[in-house]
């Protein structure tokens, strides 16, 4: 490892400052959900069926990378507070399409406020020149990393293992 390396402050390391910030930008967005009654995955989970009505639980759960069976658990949960529907599809019965209720357009109303809000308050110290320069760089350092658009890495830590889900220990 490189002398420069250890001995240069933290702040001088672009991706120690991506991952400070990103951290602390998750982990309040989690704080400004709470009130709502929600979590982070439901937020993106909402957001995803409403700009793909009919989407099937298989195919979201592939968007989001995680196994099809915990995504069901957390579907259950939102089914129940009726924020979404599960519908047999019209091109095949065996599969289930969703969509949002009224409730779930509602709360993805309110999210969408408190997601507003909260990059107001994240970029506050930034121009919005400079917000919208930072976004098309980040957006570039994403899709140079491969990362989903609109996925947030954090789905991943939901997936039970692959010896989990078979029932492995």
Known sequence: MSKDYLSAPPRQFTSFLLAQVGAHAASRFAERLLPLGFLPHHAGILRMIATSPGL??????????????????????????????????????????????????EALREIAQVARQHQTDLCACLSEEETAKLTELLNRIAAQEGLQPGVHPGYARLAASPKTESGAA
């Open 56 to 105: 099937s639980q298989q195919e979201l759960a592939k968007r989001l990378g995680i196994f099809a069976s915990r995504l069901v658990a957390i579907l259950d949960e939102m089914e129940k507070r009726d924020l979404l529907e599960r519908r047999a599809s019209e091109n095949d019965r065996r599969v289930y399409a969703l969509q949002l209720t009224q409730q779930g357009h």
